[in-house]
């Protein structure tokens, strides 16, 4: 039963998605900026074509070639040449902060496996980019999907619409149906071999700056970076999932705080007003002034510097940047890190992970000390192992709408 539900049409999982909302690749990151604003999702997709024309050549290929979230418009404003002007540097093209290849970014045809998603992912794969079908409303679910029709054209793709699923969307799926796998869900995370121990810290007192390869390797991996004190002991995280609520002022804080200030600069509610000064001032002293232009940019536009996340929400229509800026951050979750035992079962993990919306919970032991962190990866990692076949190789993206 557990292999009959793993080779479920990936369709399934895409059933009241949002169509995603596309930009072209030669977009500046200034543009794209603007899209993850308007759009309030983490990420905006980046296409090979322009969906500012009407209607597309037949013969042209457009496909999704990458995305782009808040995490990497912080870590490109956060390189020492980009601060020295930020807005030089949001005029760079999109396509050149984009990974090489398409592995993070793959098509899939609906009709594919969830089998065939969990494999993408596991080579590598953080979104997948899926056709959205219009379900016209039948007595029977079975003809729902038999008699899928794509949607009325509108100006994306001739006419096709696209959604994406994450790790966090299989992970999800597979928890509302776990019974199908039982007993393996009731096993340990330390049975199931699932605890990874090359684990990213960084010290609470430490820059932040220090810490930013690892942030950019945790962006990749899809973790995060422990914050620890001088034992060792887990104090938070800087989590990238929690950056792609923020702004690009994070690349200031990043500069100029200690890794446990920056915890505090992202968590949910947006950053108290005495660090944002204190940012000032270091930058000022680091001859940083066009970095501190662009924090009065986004903080001094509204009308009350002490707006509260519930007042300006995300949904907030004033038009006031700080709205806007705030209702980000009151989407994320604090920098609280989520932890488990070695004993904890792998669905009060995924429980967990899922409740928090965090894409690491850190592992500790008996005495509290932290010895590895488990990832949505190493989890699917394990539902993969049920089906008795052998994983395909790499393949290359062949799937093109």
């Known amino acids: 039963m557990a292999v009959s539900f793993l080779n479920r049409e990936v369709s399934d ?16 990151l200034s543009e794209a900026l603007t899209a993850l604003k308007k759009s309030g999702e983490t990420h905006v997709s980046v296409w090979s074509c322009d969906h500012s024309r009407k209607v597309l050549e037949e013969d042209s290929a457009c496909i999704c070639i990458g995305k782009i979230c808040m995490v990497d418009v912080i870590l490109f404003l956060s390189k020492e040449e980009n601060l020295v002007n930020p807005s030089k540097a949001l005029q760079t093209p999109v396509s050149f902060i984009l990974p090489e290849g398409n592995s993070i970014v793959r098509h899939l045809d609906p009709n594919s496996s969830l089998l065939e998603a969990i494999d993408y992912v596991l080579e590598g794969a953080q979104n997948l980019v899926i056709p959205i079908q219009n379900y016209k409303s039948t007595p029977s679910r079975k003809k729902l999907l038999s008699k899928a029709s794509y949607l009325s054209p509108t100006s994306y793709h001739n006419g096709v619409e696209y959604c994406w699923l994450t790790q966090e969307d299989i992970v999800r799926f597979l928890l509302n149906s776990i019974g199908v796998f039982s007993p393996m869900p009731t096993f340990s995370i330390e049975s199931l071999n699932i605890i990874n121990h090359d684990m990213m810290t960084v010290s609470y007192h430490d ?14 991996e899809q973790s995060s970076v422990a914050v620890v004190d001088e034992e060792n002991r887990l104090i938070g995280e800087i989590s990238p999932f929690t950056l792609a609520y923020c702004d690009e002022t994070v690349a200031a804080a990043i500069a100029t705080l200690s890794a446990g200030d920056l915890m505090t600069y992202i968590d949910y509610g947006g950053p108290p007003e005495d660090l944002i000064e204190l940012i000032k001032t270091r930058l000022q002293d680091k001859k940083l002034g066009a970095m501190v232009e662009l924090l009065d940019e986004e903080f001094s536009l509204s009308s009350s510097s002490s707006c509260s996340a519930s007042s300006c929400s995300s949904d907030d229509e004033s038009g006031s940047s700080k709205a806007t800026v705030l209702g980000r951050y009151s989407s994320a979750r604090r920098s609280e890190a989520i932890t488990c035992y070695p004993w904890s079962s792998l669905v009060a ?11 690491s919970i850190w592992v500790m032991d008996e005495d509290h000390n932290m010895i590895g962190v488990v990832t949505f990866q190493g989890i699917l990692e394990v539902f993969r192992s049920i089906a008795n076949v052998r994983r395909k190789p790499e393949r290359e993206n062949t799937s093109k709408q």
Do not use: E, W
């Open 349 to 359: 993990v995924m429980f967990q992970a899922l409740a928090h919306r965090a894409n």
């Open 207 to 220: 820059p932040a700056i220090s810490s930013l390869d690892d942030i950019a390797r945790a962006y990749i």
């Open 13 to 28: 999982l895409c059933l009241g998605k949002p169509a995603l909302k596309p930009i072209p690749a030669g977009s500046t």
